[in-house]
């Protein structure tokens, strides 16, 4: 850390200047002026956290969503966050319900899997995308926003009785605030109002506070929604935290000083490749002076060629003009930022900054596990905070539409369900596979937990399995056996070769 800091402010003394020139710090201080605007966190810590993102919440918003927008690694962040908690078919529903006699009731989960698919595909009020790319936008404005807002909307205009509404995180009034009534009136924090346990109750939506394309910024009335027509997805920081803080925010300092060194460095390349000769007037005999006795400058051309000569009228004296170029250690310090991003968005190194220089199989393998502890942990959050009470909301609605028929009215008998998320591929497919099978074979594991790790379903494999010696059945095939009979094929032609020689060595005898 103290290697980098030093870093840290030689890069910063190459950009102060520049910066400040024209602001009015005092010379000699650019540098520590610069980095106290770097580290002087919008978010202080102290006292009670909303007090804190009442003052600071559109800053800190406003300051991610900017990163989101320029900075590369910012984005490749966002993307790895859509690729590994979400991917690119989503989260598998797979319901859990049970007949009488305690065994899953297919034909019941086949039906509510069917529906909720066909419900899936375009779930939002405004049909612009899929349910897996709202989930992929959702994921991604709880990152840079801290939060996101999701609403259920009813109305018989809706094939299954309901849709989505995403509501962006400026509409709900973080100024509205107001205290506990003597009348019993809740308390509203941050435009949320809470009960006295601190349990949400309704959300105050502004209906326009926006800056917007057809009109100018505007404070609207508020519309109080219930708690219960509202996900608030957030990830807490501290206890009755009311919003959401950016998870961009513990890397904006080390993202800004990696701006500006970069842009310094630039500079220096780009003023050294362009460098030129300069000239001093040494006799104002020849050129005259000003009022002030000063030479006065005359203009005149020279030509530079490639290891050519050069001669200077009277008068004139060459001055060396050498900028400094980039130094050893841009690509030693631009890392060493980078692996400080990469540990405050929980991702390592390697793939966030598309570097496999110097990497072996154990330290990939290392890397790739701890990583995917990270994004279990964000699955299982999605899961837990949008995926099942969206489940919870929608089959009563689709069962109110009559477009999902279940054998009883009572909408609570068919909520048992689990979302399958999605997995990855092995590091080493045939050691792990080889693990896996002594694992099962020993009692030590289960089929279904070793497929789940790859975002498999073991019921859906047994059923292709199924699928498969049907077809191959009725086309007269029987899997494996090619190769078994062609193996013993190989053995016995050796064992034929043997008793050969040993006859023929026999008669020679």
Same mark, same amino acid.
């Given at each position: 850390?103290?290697?980098?800091?030093?870093?840290?402010?030689?890069?910063?003394?190459?950009?102060?200047?520049?910066?400040?020139?024209?602001?009015?710090?005092?010379?000699?201080?650019?540098?520590?002026?610069?980095?106290?605007? !770097?580290?002087?966190?919008? #978010?202080?810590?102290?006292?009670?956290?909303? !007090?804190?993102?009442?003052?600071?919440?559109?800053?800190?918003?406003?300051?991610?969503?900017?990163?989101?927008?320029?900075?590369?690694?910012?984005?490749?962040?966002?993307?790895?966050?859509?690729?590994?908690?979400?991917?690119?078919?989503?989260?598998?529903?797979?319901?859990?319900?049970?007949? %009488?006699?305690?065994?899953?009731?297919?034909?019941?989960?086949?039906?509510?899997?069917?529906?909720?698919?066909? @419900?899936?595909?375009?779930?939002?009020?405004?049909?612009?995308?899929?349910?897996?790319?709202?989930?992929?936008?959702?994921?991604?404005?709880? +990152?840079?926003?801290?939060e996101a807002f999701v609403?259920?909307?009813?109305?018989?205009r809706f094939k299954y009785?309901?849709?989505?509404?995403?509501?962006?995180?400026?509409?709900?009034?973080?100024?509205?605030?107001?205290?506990?009534? +003597?009348?019993?009136?809740?308390?509203?924090?941050?435009?949320?109002?809470?009960?006295?346990?601190?349990?949400?109750?309704?959300?105050?939506?502004?209906?326009?506070?926006?800056?917007?394309?057809?009109?100018?910024?505007?404070?609207?009335?508020?519309?109080?929604?219930?708690?219960?027509?509202?996900?608030? #997805? /957030?990830?807490?920081?501290?206890?009755?935290?009311?919003?959401?803080?950016?998870?961009?925010?513990?890397?904006?300092?080390?993202?800004?000083?990696?701006?500006? /060194?970069?842009?310094?460095?630039?500079?220096?390349?780009?003023?050294?490749?362009?460098?030129?000769?300069?000239?001093?007037?040494?006799?104002?005999?020849?050129?005259?002076?000003?009022?002030?006795?000063?030479?006065?400058?005359?203009?005149?051309?020279?030509?530079?060629?490639?290891?050519?000569?050069?001669?200077?009228?009277?008068?004139?004296?060459?001055?060396?003009?050498?900028?400094?170029?980039?130094?050893?250690? @841009?690509?030693?310090?631009?890392?060493?930022?980078?692996?400080?991003?990469?540990?405050?968005?929980?991702?390592? /190194?390697?793939?966030? %900054?598309?570097?496999?220089?110097?990497?072996? @199989?154990?330290?990939?393998?290392?890397? &790739?596990?701890?990583?995917?502890?990270?994004?279990?942990?964000?699955?299982?959050?999605?899961?837990?905070? @949008?995926?099942?009470?969206?489940?919870? !909301?929608?089959?009563?609605?689709?069962?109110?539409?009559?477009?999902?028929?279940?054998?009883?009215?009572?909408?609570?008998? /068919?909520?048992?369900?689990?979302?399958?998320?999605?997995?990855?591929?092995?590091?080493?497919?045939?050691?792990?596979?080889?693990? +896996?099978?002594l694992a099962i074979k020993?009692?030590?594991?289960?089929?279904?937990?070793?497929?789940?790790?790859?975002?498999?379903?073991?019921?859906?494999?047994?059923?292709?399995?199924?699928?498969?010696?049907?077809?191959?059945?009725?086309?007269?095939?029987?899997?494996?056996?090619?190769?078994?009979?062609?193996?013993?094929?190989?053995?016995?032609?050796? &064992?034929? +070769?043997?008793?050969? &020689?040993?006859?023929?060595?026999?008669?020679?005898?």
């Open positions: 850390m103290g290697k980098l800091s030093r870093m840290v402010n030689r890069a910063l003394s190459a950009v102060g200047l520049r910066r400040v020139r024209n602001s009015g710090i005092v010379p000699g201080t650019e540098s520590y002026q610069i980095l106290k605007e !770097w580290i002087e966190s919008p #978010l202080k810590g102290a006292g009670s956290l909303d !007090w804190d993102l009442r003052n600071k919440i559109s800053a800190t918003r406003n300051t991610s969503r900017k990163l989101a927008l320029n900075n590369p690694l910012v984005r490749q962040y966002l993307q790895l966050l859509e690729q590994n908690v979400i991917g690119p078919k989503g989260m598998r529903l797979q319901c859990q319900v049970r007949n %009488a006699t305690g065994d899953l009731d297919k034909s019941t989960n086949s039906a509510i899997e069917a529906a909720f698919a066909d @419900f899936w595909r375009s779930p939002w009020v405004d049909g612009r995308l899929s349910g897996v790319q709202g989930e992929q936008l959702l994921i991604r404005t709880m +990152a840079v926003d801290g609403r259920r909307v009813l109305g018989s009785g309901m849709a989505l509404q995403m509501i962006d995180a400026d509409l709900v009034d973080h100024q509205l605030n107001r205290a506990r009534g +003597a009348k019993g009136e809740n308390e509203i924090r941050l435009g949320i109002e809470v009960d006295e346990w601190g349990a949400a109750v309704a959300i105050y939506v502004l209906d326009s506070a926006q800056q917007d394309i057809n009109g100018a910024r505007s404070q609207g009335k508020h519309i109080r929604i219930p708690a219960s027509e509202i996900i608030h #997805l /957030y990830d807490p920081e501290r206890i009755n935290q009311s919003r959401g803080i950016t998870w961009l925010n513990s890397v904006a300092l080390p993202l800004n000083i990696l701006d500006g /060194y970069v842009e310094a460095t630039l500079v220096a390349a780009r003023t050294a490749a362009c460098s030129m000769p300069l000239f001093k007037h040494t006799n104002a005999d020849l050129y005259g002076t000003d009022s002030s006795g000063n030479p006065v400058a005359q203009n005149f051309s020279i030509e530079l060629n490639p290891g050519g000569g050069l001669t200077l009228p009277p008068g004139l004296e060459m001055q060396e003009f050498d900028p400094s170029k980039p130094t050893i250690n @841009f690509g030693e310090f631009t890392k060493e930022n980078k692996r400080w991003v990469s540990s405050g968005v929980q991702v390592s /190194y390697n793939a966030l %900054a598309n570097d496999l220089e110097g990497v072996n @199989f154990s330290s990939m393998r290392s890397g &790739l596990l701890i990583e995917r502890d990270s994004w279990q942990c964000h699955q299982q959050m999605w899961i837990d905070r @949008f995926r099942l009470p969206v489940h919870g !909301w929608f089959v009563p609605a689709a069962m109110l539409s009559g477009n999902l028929r279940l054998p009883s009215h009572d909408a609570s008998l /068919y909520l048992a369900a689990r979302l399958i998320p999605r997995g990855w591929k092995w590091v080493d497919p045939l050691k792990e596979a080889t693990a +896996a099978v020993e009692g030590l594991g289960s089929r279904t937990g070793f497929l789940g790790e790859q975002g498999e379903d073991f019921e859906a494999i047994v059923e292709q399995l199924a699928d498969e010696a049907t077809i191959t059945k009725d086309a007269g095939i029987t899997l494996g056996e090619a190769p078994q009979q062609n193996q013993q094929q190989n053995s016995d032609q050796r &064992l034929m +070769a043997a008793l050969r &020689l040993l006859l023929a060595e026999e008669k020679e005898a």
